[in-house]
C-alpha cells in the first residue's frame, strides 16, 4: 500500500508562491494516480488537480488553472503542484491522494476519482 506525504505549506503575501510537495513510499509509485485536494475553514474539501501514473495527462480545477501547475517525477516518487499568484481564498489544507491505476488507465486521471490513499495535509495560509 502506497503511503503518501504532503510538505511544503506556510504563509505568503497574496500574489506569492508555494510550491507544495508530495512524496510517496510502501510501494511503486510508478501504479499510482495521485491527486491534489484542499479543505478551507468551514467548507468542503474540493478537488485542485491530479496527474496520471503515466506522467502525461493533467488536470486542473477551473479555480486554479493558469496559476497552478501540477508536475510529477515518477523517478523521485513525486508529484509537486506549483502555486503561483496565490489569493486568500486559496487558504486551506491541501491534501495530497492515490489511488492504484490499471495499466489501460495509465494515462488518465479524473477530479471525481474515489481516491484511496491520503496524506495528512499541509496548511496553506494566503494573507498578508
Known amino acids: 500500500q502506497l503511503q503518501v506525504v504532503e510538505s511544503g505549506g506556510g504563509l505568503v503575501p497574496p500574489g506569492g508562491s508555494l510550491r507544495l510537495s508530495c512524496t510517496g513510499s510502501?510501494?511503486?509509485?510508478?501504479?499510482?494516480?495521485i491527486g491534489w485536494f484542499r479543505q478551507a475553514p468551514g467548507k468542503e474539501r474540493e478537488a485542485v488537480g491530479c496527474v496520471s501514473s503515466s506522467e502525461q495527462r493533467r488536470k486542473l480545477a477551473d479555480s486554479v488553472k493558469g496559476r497552478f501547475i501540477i508536475s510529477r517525477e515518477n523517478g523521485a516518487s513525486t508529484v509537486w503542484l506549483q502555486m503561483n499568484k496565490l489569493k486568500p481564498e486559496d487558504t486551506g489544507i491541501y491534501y495530497c491522494?492515490?489511488?492504484?491505476?490499471?495499466?489501460?488507465?495509465?494515462?488518465?486521471?479524473?477530479?471525481?476519482?474515489?481516491?484511496?490513499?491520503w496524506g495528512q495535509g499541509t496548511q496553506v495560509t494566503v494573507a498578508s
Open positions: 491522494a492515490a489511488i492504484f491505476a490499471p495499466y489501460h488507465e495509465r494515462h488518465l486521471c479524473s477530479l471525481d476519482q474515489s481516491y484511496a490513499h
Open positions: 510502501g510501494n511503486t509509485f510508478d501504479y499510482y494516480t
